[in-house]
């Protein structure tokens, strides 16, 4: 599968198709990033909720699965917050119904929710164990840690929201720029703005993008097949990143409730929430979003909202229910297939190369 009109990110990363699956943490591991790179896609791993042990680990399962084949590490890069213990238990206050009816304790500690940014020791894993690619949400690190994973051979990737932010990427080391479009799952990439009103569909941002920067651009929202793909480098991408079409594979780590709620919810069904993290993120509406509202002022700041929702979630998880957990996906969830990640590669490639060649 050679002949894609634009080579430039297939060149980039040295793959073989203009596929790459999204890092999504919790969702994704060593075993979805095998699959998508044996297919001629980008493999990744999140990195965000691992330690660097798991992060070596994972790693070394992949290089001896796909040795010579591209990996990309994803980061977060957000400021981590102050504490606000006020709002902490204001929050908190907020769910004590739920505690009373799940049978949690409300008045033991409240557990850690974390999501680490970026830091001297993720660079130094970087520098160590030199990944192809390197991808960061929420914006860039620091300038230096910047130039030292470019300097380790990494081509670094970044999320965009919007042209501005795109614009703001490619002046500061991005080698090719994610243009995510409000319909992809998952925690938005925004980092100029707090305002989910600021947010604009693929069809709308990735021509933008590709007219304003001159690096390569990969689109992300709403891509679940072959048409996604055609579609996307018509408007001026060079390849897509795929997400929730993923999360039906066998591969994707995701629980039983997420797994129905998958398979069940239309694809109207999908909000965005700040009540799981702190952060706007699209995920299948459940019930605590329909009672307190997806979005929320009572949340603190990324990533401390989910410390309280952890004691409800173990306990409703473990009897099959998804009422206080995250269902992350995009609105394209119903262009799901459960296929092995491989084979859905694969097919979406071949059947959008055909289309091209119409």
């Known amino acids: 599968m050679s002949n894609w009109p634009d080579r430039r990110i297939l060149d980039l990363l040295n793959i073989q198709l203009p596929i790459l699956q999204a890092p999504m943490a919790g969702a994704s591991g060593s075993a979805l990033a095998i699959a998508v790179a044996k297919a001629g896609g980008l493999g990744a791993l999140p990195c965000a909720m691992l330690t660097g042990e798991q992060v070596r680990e994972e790693i070394e399962t992949f290089r001896s699965a796909c040795p010579g084949l591209a990996l990309n590490l994803n980061f977060f890069c957000h400021q981590p917050p102050v504490p606000d213990s006020a709002q902490q238990a204001r929050w908190k206050q907020a769910l004590e119904r739920y505690y009373a009816e799940v049978g949690a304790d409300f008045s033991a500690p409240t557990p850690v929710s974390n999501r680490a940014p970026f830091d001297e020791q993720s660079c130094v894993l970087v520098e160590q164990m030199r990944p192809e690619v390197v991808s960061f949400h929420f914006g860039l690190p620091e300038a230096s840690f910047v130039q030292r994973v470019k300097a380790s051979g990494a081509k670094v990737l970044s999320s965009a929201t919007t042209v501005e932010e795109a614009l703001w990427l490619e002046a500061n080391g991005c080698d090719a720029i994610i243009a995510m479009g409000n319909e992809a799952g998952g925690h938005r990439g925004m980092f100029f703005s707090e305002d989910i009103n600021s947010q604009i569909g693929t ?156």
């Open 203 to 358: 069809f709308a941002l990735v021509p933008q993008v590709a007219d304003a920067v001159r690096l390569p651009v990969i689109a992300a929202g709403g891509i679940g097949d072959h048409r996604g793909l055609v579609a996307a480098l018509a408007l001026g991408a060079s390849a897509v990143q795929i997400g929730t079409a993923y999360l039906f594979c066998p591969q994707a780590k995701v629980s039983p409730a997420h797994r129905q709620a998958l398979d069940t919810a239309s694809a109207s069904d999908t909000a965005l929430t700040n009540l799981f993290t702190g952060r706007p993120a699209r995920g299948i509406n459940n019930r605590i979003m329909r009672e307190l509202g997806p979005m929320s002022e009572l949340a603190p700041r990324f990533p401390l909202a989910g410390g309280v929702l952890l004691p409800l979630r173990a306990i409703t998880e473990a009897q099959g229910n998804s009422d206080f957990s995250n269902l992350w996906a995009g609105q394209a969830l119903r262009l799901g297939r459960h296929l092995p990640a491989e084979q859905l590669t694969r097919e979406i490639a071949a059947k959008a190369l055909e289309q091209i060649a119409l």
